[in-house]
């Protein structure tokens, strides 16, 4: 496996007096950090935020992809458009995605389909409601929502990113132990590795609210890859922090 690899998810935030204080810090803290790193921008900060990363080892990234080529898709944005301004990373499937748009798994394959077509690595995201895994559910859930982007992709797999973002934790404040995303990402980490031969080419990025004063301890554990950084990518002080655990 390759150093760690941490994205920033900004979400639907940002602006562009914001957007260069953030990436001016995050330039200039940057020092000795090791791991990989990225950030997942709005698609109207691209041009932007491409032009204030250029010389910076920080990778772009966007947030979501249209599973379409081009054609009469108002309001989407085409993984060619995104490779236009030097796109390497989007986010496909995130939970806030397939909560209030509806996104299949059959959908987010085929997000995932296009964005390899253009050169995009795509950050695959899959995780369980509280309620899902309080029935005992959590396994099911994030095998089956991978095993669609399998059996779409086949031996492209092994160019993806996963990123476990246990839903009961995203945006809450609360965590799952280093014991509970360790033990997820182990099942994923089996799952990868029955589908392609080159399963070590694969990040799994934990992405429930990892800040701070947890990426330690969480990016400690051994199927652990790295982390989706929501709320403490937008602070400098705190991604910065982050990137230099993932360096240790």
């Known amino acids: 496996m390759s150093s760690k690899l941490i994205v920033g998810n900004w979400k639907m935030n940002g602006g562009l007096a914001a957007n260069q204080l953030l990436l001016d810090g995050l330039r200039e803290g940057l020092g000795a950090v090791r791991s990989r790193s990225a950030v997942c921008v709005p698609h109207p900060y691209l041009a932007q935020v ?22 009469a898709y108002t309001g989407e944005v ?3 458009m995104l490779r236009d301004f030097g796109v390497r990373y989007c986010i496909v499937g995130h939970s806030e995605r397939r909560q209030y748009h509806g996104e299949s798994d059959e959908l987010v394959a085929l997000k995932a389909k296009q964005a390899l077509a253009h050169g995009i690595t795509p950050i695959v ?17 994030v095998k089956r929502q991978l095993a669609a982007v399998i059996h779409e992709n086949g031996h ?15 945006g809450t404040g609360q965590t799952a132990t280093p014991e509970q995303a360790q033990q997820v990402h182990g099942v994923l980490r089996a799952q990868i590795k029955a589908a392609t031969a080159h399963a070590e080419r694969v990040s799994i990025l934990y992405g429930g609210s990892m800040n701070a004063a947890n990426a330690a301890d969480l990016l400690a554990q051994p199927d652990v890859d790295g982390g989706l950084i929501g709320g403490a990518a937008l602070k400098a002080a705190d991604f910065l922090t982050i990137l230099r655990a993932a360096s240790r």
Not at 133 to 139: I, K, L, N, S, Y
Not at 156 to 170: K, L, R
């Open 125 to 141: 995201c899959v995780g369980e409601t509280l309620v899902q895994r309080e029935a005992g559910q959590t396994e099911a859930v």
């Open 50 to 71: 491409q032009l204030l990363l250029a010389g910076s080892p920080i990778a772009l990234g966007a947030q979501d992809v249209s599973a379409h080529t081009a054609g």
């Open 156 to 170: 492209c797999i092994s160019e993806i990113v996963v990123a476990y973002e246990p839903i009961w934790a995203v």
């Open 78 to 80: 085409s993984a060619g």
